[in-house]
């Protein structure tokens, strides 16, 4: 029987410097399932691919795979991941715009999960939309954590939105606000370098 326990931590340590030749083996698999399938692959074959592609820095043929995964995607939380994959892409090669509609589409896929939210804020933040990061940031801060059989990150639900929450409430002038979050991020992350820096800053302005 399925069990689930949030006790449980599973960790990934993957074989250090690999060469270039073993990293491209998966992908290289899963090209040859590709072409074996001909013009009807399995969605899930594309999906892996798709995320092979985007491991090894190949963006654009990525994005590609995971738009044709998602036109024959059957399960929604499946898919509601390649959009936020496709999301970070665009945001991360400065396609803002393309990035605030996969990140939309997500919401609508899977509107009670707050990832999206958090990446709807992420993107709002780089086009310097404070009032948009505050918005997105607080619709998903008040969602639970999602309840899925997919591997989830759990510190972007605990703390990775924050660093974008209090940055757009220091640029709106709530500096009070600003310095309570980071202190508050402090707490769940004591580690974490940018909030400690943006305590020191927040506490002298």
Do not use: K, Q
């Amino acid at each position: 029987p399925l069990v689930r326990s949030t006790g449980v931590v599973v960790e990934h340590h993957p074989r250090p410097a690999r060469p270039a030749g073993d990293r491209r083996r998966n992908l290289e698999i899963l090209e040859a399932e590709l072409a074996a399938a001909g013009g009807a692959p399995a969605p899930r074959l594309l999906f892996y691919l798709a995320r092979e592609y985007a491991d090894l820095g190949e963006s654009d043929r990525a994005i590609e795979t995971f738009e044709r995964y998602l036109a024959v995607a059957t399960w929604d939380e499946e898919a509601y991941c390649a959009l936020l994959r496709v999301a970070d892409l665009h945001r991360t090669a400065g396609r803002y715009a393309d990035a605030l509609d996969a990140d939309r589409r997500a919401t609508r896929l899977c509107p009670a999960r707050p990832e999206a939210y958090f990446a709807l804020a992420r993107t709002s933040y780089f086009l310097g939309l404070w009032d948009e990061v505050i918005r997105w940031s607080d619709a998903g801060r008040g969602l639970p954590a999602p309840d899925t059989l997919l591997f989830v990150d759990p510190t972007d639900g605990r703390v990775g939105w924050i660093i974008y929450y209090t940055n757009a409430l220091f640029r709106l002038g709530r500096v009070l606000a600003a310095l309570d979050w980071t202190r508050t991020a402090l707490m769940r992350s004591p580690d974490a370098p940018w909030h400690r820096e943006n305590a020191l800053f927040f506490s002298g302005v």
